[in-house]
């Protein structure tokens, strides 16, 4: 099943000077390919869009301030079950409860500072892609 997913590599991925390396990753999965591959400083407006379900949560402001650190490299993946595979490669939220060989367990230490964003449904995906690629059909 050829799926859509948004895929954001947040600042530490860039400060820390691993993008190459996250990027090799998704681009090694086979059939898999980029659609579109952009480095964006992000707005509030767009983060509160995205990140609409977290508001009043504790960590929303913390995420958002994080998230406007840097720039965050925003992407489109195509592929075979696309969706669940880079949520797959990137390994649960919390970094140290992560596996060895994903990308949070290989790399993350901090929640919040956990490398990756990917879409979690196929819902997501298309409401995410929206709001970061208004003009991809
Ligand atoms: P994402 O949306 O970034 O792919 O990550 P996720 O589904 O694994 O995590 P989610 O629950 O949607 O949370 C979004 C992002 O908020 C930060 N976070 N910080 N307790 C905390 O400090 C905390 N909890 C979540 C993480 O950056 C997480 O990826
Ligand atoms: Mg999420």
Redesign the pocket.
Known sequence: MTQRTLV?L?PDTVRRGLVGEVIGRIERKADWKIAALELRQLDRATLEQH?A??VG????E??VE??LSGPVVVMVVDGERVIEGV?QL?G???PIAAAPGSIRGDFGT?????L?????SEESAIRELKIFFPGLS
């Open positions: 954001l947040k990140y379900e977290h949560r504790p960590f929303y913390p995420l994080f998230m949520r990137a649960p939220t919390d901090i929640v919040r500072e956990n990756i964003h990917a879409s979690d």
